[in-house]
């Protein structure tokens, strides 16, 4: 069965009934795709600092200790020990542009999804899930518990977000350093948008990512990227509310369109690059078992 049958937010039952299709329709079958082995999709080179050597070939250049190699002359890094009880932070963008998308499967379904999954498979083991939720302002921070019921709380909050002010700018740097001053224990730290953001986001998104353990998931709409030739249409902007009427039939209007919608995602791809985060996008479109079966496949990869 897939996945992608759900129906809109607002038509959602129960957070019971959202756990309960998730259960059935994805994490039964990443069960079986995974054979239970979320080790490379949820951890990297491990979260508590063990000891120091000599740097070798092919060791991560991220955990160079750049004070004892000064000291020493040689370079040195710092090897971890993954725990067996990890706590992990979702970071959710839930500005006004997290609602575009199909109506039955707006990018803020995917997200509900994407994170009522994970925290899913991350408790089942004993593990820890909060959550800080951002709208155009930190809107909420949810404490970090295990169980079913933390799962629970979560996709009841998610279901029901803040409010979301219109004509208020998007800046995710505001989240990102909510989260610095928040997180005082190395963590597992997923940060979910569409990065539709005023600039500034990448440094603290850098000083994030040295603390902690972060994986980036960008959710997209491929009517984000290239428009259909639909005529006359009047187009919104989801975070200003400004309208404006545009002729989708014109090719060139769309190749402009197009380039620089790729243009954004070359610029954030070298954001997130120069930070040292994975990137991972996650389309409306795509099936969300095999969106994050790939996941695992590239973290294994680029370890």
């Not at 899913?120 to 930190?138: H, K």
């Not at 208020?168 to 610095?180: E, S």
């Not at 039939?249 to 369109?257: D, L, T, V």
């Amino acid at each position: 069965m897939n996945d992608q049958t759900v129906a809109p937010l607002s038509e959602q039952a129960t957070p019971e009934r959202v756990l309960h299709r998730l259960d059935w329709r994805v994490v039964r079958r990443l069960d079986g795709l995974l054979q239970g082995d979320y080790h490379t999709l949820f951890y990297g080179t491990g979260l508590d600092f063990a000891d120091l050597r000599e740097y070798q070939a092919r060791d991560d250049i991220r955990h160079i200790d750049w004070n004892v190699t000064a000291r020493m002359d040689s370079p040195y890094v710092r090897q971890y020990v993954e725990e067996r009880d990890v706590t992990a932070w979702f970071l959710l963008d839930l500005s006004l542009s997290m609602g575009f998308g199909a109506e039955a499967r707006p990018k803020e379904q995917v997200l509900v999804d994407f994170v009522a999954t994970l925290a899913r498979l991350l408790t089942r083991s004993g593990n820890r899930v909060g959550a800080i939720l951002y709208t155009n302002r930190v809107a909420q921070t949810i404490p970090p518990r295990s169980g079913r019921n933390q799962v629970l709380r979560l996709i009841r909050e998610l279901l029901q977000p803040p409010e979301r002010p219109l004509g208020a700018a998007t800046d995710l740097g505001v989240l990102l350093t909510a989260a610095l001053n928040a997180l005082k224990r190395r963590s597992l730290v997923f940060v979910v948008s569409d990065f539709m953001s005023e600039p500034g986001w990448e440094r603290p998104l850098t000083l994030l990512n040295r603390r902690h353990e972060l994986i980036a998931v960008r959710l997209w709409d491929p009517h984000e990227v290239e428009l259909p030739d639909a005529g006359l249409i009047v187009v919104e902007d989801a975070e200003t509310g400004e309208q404006l009427l545009v002729d989708t039939s014109n090719p060139e209007f769309r190749r402009r369109f197009y380039e620089v919608a790729q243009q954004r995602e070359t610029q954030l791809k070298e954001l997130t690059r120069r930070a040292g985060v994975d990137l991972y996008g996650l389309s409306t479109e795509e099936e969300l078992v095999g969106a994050i079966v790939r996941m695992a496949a590239l973290r294994k990869k680029r370890r």
